[in-house]
């Protein structure tokens, strides 16, 4: 029997969504513009990387081919590999949005075909009976912000008011989601999320899709930092997901970083919380350890969307691409005979774009194991075709 590894490098699109005029993304690119940046030299960071982008490892297994594939060109700096021991192919999403939840969920087997609330102003972005019962059940003197913000920009600008007044930094942006940032030594980690436990209940008739805990530490807007205590309140799937399958047929499902947070714990048999890509591949490894046959090890590589793909830092994606690279090829010397591993991303984040939202873009789909064998396959209609692949690897049920 065999096990099947599903690693989400979050945010990192490959352009080329159909639909991306809808969403106001024609020509975003993620993959592409970090690839032209760094042939350009527009992505050097003194003393750390510089020129063209290397990930030999990932070309191999063909990203590079599915992004040719989305948009009719190979990224700048990419040249076609003979040595190609991957499958590789591009999906583009069927779901309504473009948001962490719809993209989990559909590779997962489960298409969001509703639309999700959302709070779409860009101040005063909470309605003000929804923020008057936070503020009343929860015990607070009152909120700071209300609007959309960038998740580190916020801190500088409201940080150390927050700290003076005890008032939580409430914001939201253009995804389904209310975020809730304050300082774990003043205002309290456990009290933070207690209020995002009770904001999850206020909003669930807004159908918002998740409450995210952000908490901070740091004495001024200088040293503010988010704490990797993040904690994500998300709407349980509504329907059943390829982790439920798992776990219908005796399976284990471990979940490692936030995987666990996407489902709400549905279909879980192993949590696993890590922070930062070296935490989150060395947490796959020991899953990895310890997983019996039959059993999915799901990932969410979170710092390519969350460090660089929202603070619009190109320099710094190429950099994370380039020091994930090694890092799967050492991953990939550590698997059994019968394994499977698929590497895809959840939606775009591209680091040139204006914003500092998800971007709609297309996503590469990556199979590689020891019996896997190597070439194109695709373009797929719909991130369904990797919950199809590793269902069929596991021998589950239609």
């Known amino acids: 029997m065999s096990r099947a590894f599903l690693l989400v490098m979050d945010s990192v699109g490959i352009g080329g969504a159909p639909d991306a005029e809808k969403f106001g993304d024609i020509g975003a690119n993620t993959f592409g513009h970090i690839a032209q940046w760094a042939k350009d030299g527009r992505a050097d960071i003194a003393g750390v990387r510089s020129g063209t982008l290397h990930i030999p490892f990932l070309e191999m297994l063909g990203l590079g081919l599915a992004a040719k594939m989305a948009c009719g060109e190979l990224p700048d700096g990419l040249n076609p590999r003979p040595d190609i021991i991957g499958q590789y192919g591009s999906a ?27 709070f779409t102003d860009k101040t005063n972005s909470l309605p003000k009976a929804l923020i008057d019962d936070l503020i009343k059940q929860g015990n607070l003197p009152g909120v700071l912000g209300n609007c959309h913000a960038s998740g580190t920009a916020v801190l500088v600008d409201l940080g150390a008011e927050h700290v003076k007044t005890g008032k939580p930094i409430v914001y939201s942006s253009a995804d389904s989601v209310v975020q809730i940032a304050a300082h774990e030594e003043h205002f309290g980690l456990d009290r933070l999320l207690e209020l995002c436990e009770l904001m999850r209940k206020l909003v669930d008739p807004y159908n918002i899709g998740r409450v995210i805990a952000r908490p901070f530490t740091g004495d001024s807007p200088d040293n503010f930092a988010r704490t990797h205590n993040r904690h994500d309140y998300a709407v349980p799937p509504v329907g059943e997901t390829l982790l439920d399958r798992v776990v219908a047929a005796g399976g284990e499902v471990h979940a490692v970083g936030k ?11 192993h949590k696993l919380p890590a922070a930062g890509h070296k935490a989150l591949m060395e947490g796959t490894l020991k899953a990895a350890e310890t997983a019996k046959d039959g059993a999915l090890i799901f990932t969410n590589f979170v710092n390519f969307d969350m460090d660089f793909g929202h603070r619009r830092d190109v320099p710094g994606y190429a950099n994370a691409l380039e020091e994930f690279d090694p890092m799967l090829e050492a991953f990939a010397q550590e698997l059994r005979p019968d394994d499977l591993v698929i590497i895809t991303a959840d939606h775009g984040n591209d680091p040139s774009w204006p914003g500092t939202d998800h971007t709609r873009e297309q996503v590469p789909v990556l199979a590689f194991g020891p019996k896997i064998k190597p070439g194109a396959r695709g373009p797929h209609k719909g991130f369904t075709v990797i919950a199809d692949q590793i269902a069929a690897h596991l021998g589950l049920a239609g």
């Open 92 to 118: 583009a999403e069927l779901s309504t949005g473009k948001d962490t939840i719809s993209g989990h969920w559909e590779m997962a087997g489960l298409p969001v075909t509703f639309d999700w609330g959302y």
């Open 259 to 269: 995987v666990s947070d996407i489902f709400a714990g549905r279909g879980v048999t």
